[in-house]
């Protein structure tokens, strides 16, 4: 044998290797509903957009009924930059005006979504877009007069996530919902929570733009790998998260409370968090369970 050959048939080897030993994951994943959520503040780069579509399809290969909800919290800052609007937060939400929240459904409607629904759609013609407001799938009411258009979700209408996903697609949901007097502005990971509660999904997984969630924001040591749905909800109420922080931790106490079995944060930006979180023992950033 050449030596050539011998080397081709040691990486072919290599290969084989790396799918039997996916196998047993693929096996206990098959036909779970995960959920998501990929974060505006991970979507910066286009080439990692790309690479984090890619998983996405590759997980709906592997048999999971993914659904996808997206944010995108930079690009709105940029659009309401130029227009000169604006931008404030109250406890990690965007304070929406009129004009800030028909700049947020031009962005996340208009923009992110069918961008998302393109590169998955390189993979696999099978992304379907959608907002909350098609089908009544979020329903929402106001939450707080001094925020605006920034809608609670009431109730999820499931019927058209449940048609799309069976008809083979994923459902790609910009984070808009719709109310009595028109759209509302929906932070992304309350609606991914939400989605991922109605659907009894298995796994909600948050790509963002860090490695999980740290004990102090300041200290890279402080990273945090896993964590209960109490130690969680101190957090929530020790007053230490700050930003885009407190909603998730909001949503991820939430979804553990519904039933959903494990919530993550993984970076977006790491190239393949998603599968390395799926796939394999090493988890790559925070796991929350319950107690
Ligand atoms: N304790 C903490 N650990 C980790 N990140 C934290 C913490 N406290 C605040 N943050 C901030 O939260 C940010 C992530 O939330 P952010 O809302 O900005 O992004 P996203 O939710 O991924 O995107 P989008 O809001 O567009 O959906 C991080 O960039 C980080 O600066
Ligand atoms: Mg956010």
Redo the contacts with the bound molecule.
């Keep these: 044998m050449k030596k050539d050959d011998s080397k081709r048939r040691e990486e072919a080897l290599e290969k084989a290797k790396v799918l039997i030993e996916a196998m047993p994951w693929i096996h206990s994943k098959n036909g779970r509903t995960v959920v998501v959520?990929?974060?505006?503040?991970?979507?910066e780069n286009a080439s990692l957009c790309r690479e984090v579509m890619r998983d996405v399809e590759l997980l709906k290969l592997m048999g999971m009924r993914v659904v996808l909800v997206?944010?995108?919290?930079?690009a709105?800052n940029r659009l309401l930059d130029r227009l000169q609007i604006p931008v404030s937060f109250k406890n990690?939400l965007r304070v929406t005006d009129d004009q800030t929240m028909e700049a947020v459904s031009e962005v996340l409607i208009g923009k992110v979504n069918q961008e998302l629904v393109w590169l998955l759609n390189e993979y696999g013609n099978n992304a379907v877009g959608i907002s909350g407001a098609d089908g009544k799938t979020l329903v929402c009411r106001q939450i707080d007069p001094d925020l605006g258009h920034v809608g609670e979700v009431k109730k999820v209408n499931t019927e058209l996530i449940e048609s799309v996903l069976e008809g083979g697609y994923i459902p790609v949901v910009a984070?808009i919902g719709c109310g009595p007097d028109g759209l509302y502005n929906i932070?992304?990971?309350l609606a991914a929570s939400k989605i991922a509660q109605a659907l009894h999904a298995h796994t909600l997984a948050?790509?963002?733009?860090?490695d999980?969630?740290?004990?102090?924001?300041d200290d890279d040591e402080s990273l945090i790998s896993q964590l209960t749905r109490s130690e969680a909800g101190q957090m929530l109420e020790d007053g230490?998260?700050?930003?885009?922080?407190?909603?998730?931790i909001a949503s991820i106490v939430e979804a553990l409370d519904a039933g959903v079995h494990d919530v993550r944060?993984m970076n977006?930006t790491f190239p393949h968090a998603l599968l390395l979180e799926s796939f394999t023992d090493e988890g790559v950033g925070t796991i929350f369970v319950q107690d």
Excluded at 70 to 74: A, L, N, R
Excluded at 240 to 248: D, E, V
């Design positions: 959520k990929y974060g505006g503040a991970a979507m997206h944010g995108g919290g930079k709105i990690g984070s932070n992304a990971d948050y790509l963002t733009d860090v999980g969630l740290y004990a102090d924001i230490s998260l700050s930003a885009g922080m407190i909603p998730k944060i977006g």
